[in-house]
């Protein structure tokens, strides 16, 4: 089981509609991946809050059919 | 469920720096944990290692603790402060050690690079 980059921006976008999502796959594996996403939903919170909402986003997947997502969480500038 | 709760809840109040890991600090079993180690280790600092995968409803609890979806998790008297990316983040800004001195946590002074 993996899952697609696509799959991962869409969850992403559909909790976060302003969100830029660039989407990096580590090991080709469909469950190892890095992603960078800008959205104005992180401004003020911490890094741990910040995650929480990609990982709240993701509907559970995260630590089950997604094994790693390297997070880079940033407001806009 | 609460059993696992109190559990968790009893190390990290017990003990300064608690790191939920896969394996343990000699012998860490997932890399992400292994660079948590790296990083501690290289800090100098004193910590309890605790290895999820030796208790399956840890494992799960310490997820539902935090409504953090993976492991490791780094807490620093008593709070969580982050899993491999934040703690690596915070480290190369040099933010984990500010973070651990005002916690009153004795660390090493890394080099400064």
Same mark, same amino acid.
């Given at each position: ?14 909790? $976060? ?8 796959? $580590?090991? *080709?594996? *469909? ?21 929480? $909402?990609?990982? *709240? ?5 995260? *630590? ?9 969480? $940033?407001?806009?500038? | 469920? =609460? ?10 109040? !017990? ?6 890991? !896969?394996?343990?600090? &000699? ?5 992400? =944990?292994? &660079? ?26 310490? !997820?539902?603790? +935090?409504?953090?979806? +993976? ?29 651990? =001195? !005002? ?11």
């Amino acid at each position: 089981m993996a899952m697609e980059a696509a799959e991962i921006e869409r969850l992403i976008k559909s909790a $976060l509609p302003d969100a830029k999502v660039q989407i990096q796959d $580590l090991a *080709g594996d *469909g469950d190892h991946y890095a992603a960078t996403v800008v959205s104005e939903a992180f401004r003020g919170k911490s890094r741990v809050q910040q995650h929480q $909402l990609v990982y *709240g986003a993701l509907k559970g997947q995260m *630590g089950g059919v997604l094994h790693a997502l390297a997070l880079t969480t $940033l407001p806009p500038e | 469920m =609460s059993n696992i709760h109190d559990q968790i809840q009893d190390v990290i109040a !017990k003990n300064d720096v608690v790191l939920f890991m !896969k394996g343990t600090p &000699q012998m860490p079993q997932c890399g992400f =944990s292994g &660079q948590v180690v790296q990083i501690l280790d290289y800090l100098g600092v004193p910590y309890k290692g605790v290895n999820v995968l030796a208790d399956g409803e840890l494992r799960e609890g310490i !997820k539902a603790f +935090t409504n953090w979806p +993976t492991i490791p998790q780094l807490y620093v008297k008593g709070e969580f402060v982050g899993g491999c990316d934040i703690i690596r983040e915070m480290f190369q800004s040099g933010e984990l050690s500010d973070h651990l =001195s !005002k916690a009153g946590v004795p660390a090493a002074q890394p080099a400064r690079g």
